[in-house]
């Protein structure tokens, strides 16, 4: 009986370290989002170039962007006066350039509707797995 207790303990004590890493590897994109988000700066987004120390930047600045622009309404031209020149165009959508992670290119996309003046804009979520 004893023995079977000790195996018990060591079975959950092992099953509870099992449980920590896996939801530490599930968790680790969304945690690093959260450390890294930065306020939106229109200077930095707009002259930034992509580096090896300065990759994130962009991607950093997205929520704080998404959540406190107030993108949904504006039209072209009011986007390409806060975020610049778009990496890619279109009538219905531009597309902005974020960087690198993970051998993975990065786009944030604004959509327009089909009247192409008001935007119709989802928020924006991107989970990033380097596993």
């Known amino acids: 009986m004893k023995l079977f207790k000790s195996i018990l303990k060591i079975l959950i004590g092992v099953g509870i370290i099992y449980v920590l890493v896996v939801t530490f ?44 622009h107030k993108l949904k309404g504006k039209t072209k031209d009011e986007i390409k006066i806060l975020l610049g020149k778009p990496t890619n165009e279109s009538k219905k959508e531009m597309s902005y350039y974020l960087g690198m992670i993970c051998v993975k290119n990065l786009l944030f996309f604004v959509k327009f509707s089909s009247n192409y003046s008001n935007i119709n804009f989802d928020n924006f979520h991107h989970n990033i797995s380097c596993f």
């Not at 990759?55 to 704080?64: H, L, Q, S």
């Open 25 to 68: 590897f599930v968790l680790k994109p969304d945690i690093n989002d959260y450390l890294n988000k930065t306020e939106f700066n229109r200077t930095e987004w707009i002259s930034w170039k992509e580096t090896e120390s300065s990759f994130g930047v962009r991607w950093n600045m997205v929520y704080n962007l998404t959540e406190n």
